[in-house]
């Protein structure tokens, strides 16, 4: 069964901020539109959309046990929420809100790192959260133009230019992270 966003919308607000479901109302609409212009089935992209930050303000402990009941890699303990908050809120999202639908929560679990071979929807809602009316960093301008003509070549300019900011940054890299720049740098030449 799949909830209609009036009932997400109504969880989502005792889940997070205003200012967190402002965001994650611009990402549903921006991955509808994608999922128009692109051939994804709107109504999955704006619902991906909308709950794809649902565990970003859930304190650390909910993540930690998460992963014990979950039977998640014990390797995860050793990172934070900016890692946690989409791959184990999937789960969380699943157990929690009922969501079985195997398309959104993947698309919700990769939207932080991506990964080899994402599906449609998944490129959708990555670009989606990068590019949504509310970013103004340098380069969403260049994020905007180049999904209008190719989202491989958008999941590759967000990698490297996320890469990029962690590295400069001297924050770690997690290697599903890294896994998505060397599967989808080859869309790079000629950027
Ligand atoms: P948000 O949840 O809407 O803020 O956006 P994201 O889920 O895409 O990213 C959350 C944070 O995770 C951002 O600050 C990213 O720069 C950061 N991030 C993305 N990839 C990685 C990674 O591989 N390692 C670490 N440490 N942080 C990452
Ligand atoms: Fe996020
Ligand atoms: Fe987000």
Request: aromatic share 10%.
């Amino acid at each position: 069964m799949m909830p209609s966003i009036t009932e997400v919308l109504a969880i989502l607000d005792d889940q997070v901020s205003a200012n967190r479901l402002s965001h994650m109302r611009r990402v549903s609409e921006t991955a509808r539109d994608l999922a128009v212009q692109y051939g994804a089935d709107p109504t999955k992209a704006a619902l991906a959309g909308l709950l794809h930050d649902y565990a970003k303000e859930r304190p650390d402990k909910d993540f930690l046990e998460a992963i014990e009941t979950f039977g998640l890699d014990s390797d995860l303990k050793n990172w934070g929420n900016d890692v946690w908050h989409g791959f184990i809120g999937s789960y969380l999202i699943e157990t929690e809100l009922g969501i079985s639908d195997q398309d959104i929560l993947k698309a919700v679990r990769y939207h932080t790192t991506g990964r080899p071979g994402m599906s449609l929807l998944e490129k959708i809602v990555y670009i989606a959260d990068y590019i949504e009316p509310g970013r103004d960093f340098p380069g969403v301008e260049v994020a905007r133009e180049l999904v209008a003509h190719s989202l491989d070549q958008a999941v590759a300019y967000e990698t490297a230019h996320t890469i990029a900011y962690l590295a400069q940054k001297g924050m770690p890299i997690y290697p599903k992270t890294l896994e998505t720049y060397n599967s989808y740098c080859q869309y790079m030449k000629g950027l």
